[in-house]
């Protein structure tokens, strides 16, 4: 049987960035509240899952490749709130204002890494913050927050992750990091 590895494709965030995510988080106090790790935060881009390792090499091609035909761009962050679906929400996001090139990337890179149709809905730029465990009675009332002040990320860089699931947390970590230089 071939080996095989769990990837995702994700752009890292800056440490400040990271902190704030993780200080916003910790104000929602909830038992079926599991806050992300800090230093698995991330901008979901790509989720590629199980695939055999010897695969890894191409994924890493398709990425560099992909990288060199998007230039950096900024997200602006919308809010802090409980999501993806506001009324059977099953995380806690930090969401950002919808956005042409985020958009573009997320399709390209999906199209070039899967056999799958590309998602006709518009992919949502989002950095998880927290999930609600299955085994707790779901949270309610939670309030969304709109910073009143601009927070905003540049997205300069996309990496490949390596993911380890394991409890109560999965293992992220970056295999490789790619310079958008479009
Ligand atoms: P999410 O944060 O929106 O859930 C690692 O889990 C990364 O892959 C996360 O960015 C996660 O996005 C994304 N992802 C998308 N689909 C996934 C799935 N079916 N299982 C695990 N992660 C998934």
Partial sequence: MSQTTRLFIAAPLPEELKKYFSEQAGRYKHEAIRQVPIDNLHLTLYFIGNVPASQLDTIQDVTAHMAQQFAPFTLQLEAIEPGPKPRSPRLIWA????????????RSLTQALSAEP??????KPHVTLARFR??????HNLEP????YPVTLE???IAV????????HPR???????????
């Fill in 95 to 106: 969401r950002f204002k919808s956005h042409d090139v985020f958009a573009q990337l997320s």
């Fill in 118 to 123: 590309p998602l006709s809905r518009e992919p």
């Fill in 134 to 139: 299955k085994d707790r009675p779901v949270p």
């Fill in 145 to 148: 927050f709109h910073p009143h």
């Fill in 155 to 157: 997205v300069n860089e």
């Fill in 161 to 168: 992750w390596h993911s380890e699931l394991g409890s109560p």
């Fill in 172 to 182: 992220y970590s970056i295999l490789q990091r790619y310079p958008l230089t479009g």
